[in-house]
């Protein structure tokens, strides 16, 4: 039987300068053959024994959300062709380039959408026996953070074969970038929605609870996000109609933002007993009333949001009867979502526009006593 290879995660960060030189996504055969080589050689010189392993890298750039998701596919998929190559195959160091514009496997193309980014990502494995393995894994945590610069002759093909500036770059093992990650989202308030991706990426069998920053509760389990609905979130807050139509807005700009980098995580955002589809969420909150007038579907606009919530009822002559509300995580989600809404309360998809989060005396969302026109 063949010995177990394990698996020691690396990756090569560049940075780009802050104007956004260009930058390929990927790199053909040869020139990941020859980075390999570049790569191997660097990384000689912090782990002993490293000939003794399998070195294996994939030619193509990713920004980090790319690679931190649930299971690690992108390394996942690395390994898994890392193993096959024969051993012994020039000299144990294995490239994966892209052949006629496409990589050997549709895990390793770098998504266009999250192309652009300040820092890119080229995934490296060290596959090696257990005994060896553990001593390159230490070495890689010990050495790489302080002292894994790339050396002089591999920036320098970087710069002449790219055909663009770099300001840095450095190895790092898979912690690292964990750690990385962590900080920037961190310092930039999002250290809520780290603690549920780390969750995610290290965790995955076991639950998660935290709070975003302005107070919304989500739960991570089994692979996905759920958000407490924001009516009950709302119902919590004080102050004067303006102070909560401005805390209402805030979360929504939240929830929009923590849904935009979940799904480029993977990680599927929903609401709890809520329902959801591309870029769009909802919450039910009662039936329609057959005494009543046809449902009618109103568009809250905010400021810097543009259409934010879209709330569904029964207009009644005094209070009205609130259906559901809906949330567009984008623009683009807006028609999306006032189409399901109609279909599901059965009332037209135009939308009464409001000017401003329309709020009740008791300070929860609303919408007219009585349609717009």
Excluded at 305 to 330: E, R
Aim: net charge negative.
């Amino acid at each position: 039987m063949a010995p177990q290879l394990i698996a020691l995660p690396v990756v090569l960060a560049v940075e780009l300068p802050a104007d956004g030189a260009a930058w390929p996504a990927t790199l053909s055969r040869d020139d990941a053959a020859e980075l390999a080589s570049l790569i191997a050689t660097d990384l000689r010189q912090w782990l002993p024994g490293l000939e003794q392993a399998r070195l294996a890298i994939c030619g193509a750039w990713f920004d980090s959300v790319e690679l931190l998701r649930p299971g690690f596919p992108v390394w996942a998929t690395l390994d898994e062709l890392a193993r096959r190559v024969p051993r012994g195959h020039l000299e144990n160091i294995v490239a994966f380039g892209s052949h006629e514009g496409r990589m050997p496997a549709p895990t390793l193309e770098p998504d266009p959408a999250c192309a652009g980014g300040p820092m890119r990502l080229l995934p490296i494995t060290i596959l090696a026996e257990e005994a060896l393995a553990d001593s390159l894994s230490g070495a890689l945590e010990r050495e790489l953070m302080n002292r894994g610069e790339a050396g002089a002759t591999t920036a320098d093909w970087l710069i002449r074969t790219l055909g663009a500036p770099l300001q840095h770059a450095r190895y790092m093992s898979r912690n690292d970038l964990l750690a990385l990650t962590c900080v920037q989202y961190e310092n930039v308030n999002l250290g809520a929605l780290w603690t549920l991706v780390e969750a995610a990426l290290l965790t995955p069998y076991r639950p998660e609870q935290t709070l975003s920053a302005r107070g919304l509760k989500l739960d991570y389990a089994e692979g996905r996000v759920e958000a407490e609905r924001p009516s009950q979130w709302l119902a919590r807050q004080s102050g004067d109609a303006g102070a909560r139509r401005h805390a209402l807005g805030g979360l929504v700009f939240e929830l929009r933002q923590y849904a935009a980098l979940l799904a480029a995580h993977a990680l599927p955002l929903q609401l709890q007993q809520g329902r959801g589809g591309e870029g769009w969420l909802y919450e039910p909150l009662a039936d329609a009333i057959p005494a009543l007038g046809a449902p009618v579907l109103y568009g809250h606009q905010a400021p810097g949001l543009g259409m934010a919530v879209l709330t569904v009822a029964q207009p009644s002559g005094g209070q009205p009867h609130i259906l559901a509300h809906g949330y567009p995580l984008s623009s683009q989600a807006l028609l999306p979502l006032a189409m399901a809404l109609a279909e599901r309360y059965g009332c037209s998809p135009e939308l009464q526009r409001l000017d401003g989060l329309l709020l009740d005396q008791d300070g929860h969302l609303t919408a007219p006593a009585a349609a717009l026109h």
